[in-house]
């Protein structure tokens, strides 16, 4: 339980149960999976290639989606709420997962090529009318449409980006670094020394979209189309068992 403890802010040694410090951090996430439990490890491979020890740093349900409970605008979720439209002035959204320690990525295939600030935020990262991922403390941003990084400043960074483009948002908790790639090119290191082993500090995907601007996301459920040796989806993608057993991808 110790990364629970480490990565949400709590502290066993209060007295308090592990039934109870499970629903304060569900609460916190704000989802569940099917069973109504949050999913704090992933432990019984469920099929799947990657073992608990690949997966330790995960928080969240086997399933990533975006949590429309934390969004806030008017938006439109669609395809298995993998795919976000804004249809207000500034629209924000995490997803249901969160990392704390490791290598993860995730990719988001534009539908429009607008203003949007694609990355990582914790749950401390406010969403307002105007601010969004990368306008807080601890939230990261990559603008293609304004060629600008977003940590509470921006800065110049990456390429114009185009409908169609694939964005793949890399974030090392070992090196503290957030890279990104356009259409499998490397962009560079956009951020170094994040804060990383701090109590109630863990990351989710994030996005910020302005009016009409379109985006999916893509955690790990389908295979990526420019995967980074090294870097662990937060989805385990699906794989299936042969007449013998053996799991095949």
């Not at 995967?227 to 057993?245: A, I, R, S, W």
Request: proline letters at 4%.
């Amino acid at each position: 339980m110790n990364f629970l403890e480490h990565a949400f802010d709590f502290n066993s040694k209060s007295g308090v149960s592990i039934s109870t410090l499970t629903n304060q951090i569900t609460s916190r996430l704000g989802q569940c999976d099917d069973n109504g439990e949050i999913e704090t490890d992933i432990t019984n491979k469920f099929e799947q290639k990657y073992d608990y020890a690949e997966m330790e740093g995960r928080l969240g349900p086997k399933k990533v989606v975006l949590h429309r409970n934390s969004g806030r605008g008017v938006f439109q979720l669609r395809e298995a709420d993998l795919e976000i439209e804004s249809h207000s002035n500034f629209v924000s959204i995490r997803a249901t997962n969160c990392v704390f320690k490791g290598k993860w990525m995730y990719e988001a295939t534009l539908g429009t090529a607008g203003v949007m600030q694609i990355g990582w935020a914790t749950m401390y990262c406010t969403f307002s009318d105007e601010e969004g991922v990368g306008d807080s403390p601890d939230s990261y941003a990559y603008d293609g449409g304004r060629i600008k990084k977003w940590c509470q400043a921006c800065h110049t960074y990456g390429e114009k980006w185009a409908p169609g483009d694939v964005i793949t948002c890399c974030i090392d908790l070992e090196q503290k670094e957030i890279s990104y790639y356009r259409n499998g090119r490397y962009l560079g290191v956009a951020f170094k020394n994040i804060r990383v082993n701090t109590p109630g500090i863990a990351y989710f995907p994030g996005i910020s979209l302005s009016l009409s601007e379109r985006c999916s996301l893509n955690f790990g459920s389908t295979p990526f189309s420019y995967p980074v040796e090294g870097y662990l989806p937060l989805q385990c993608p699906p794989c299936y068992k042969d007449n013998n057993n053996n799991i095949i991808n």
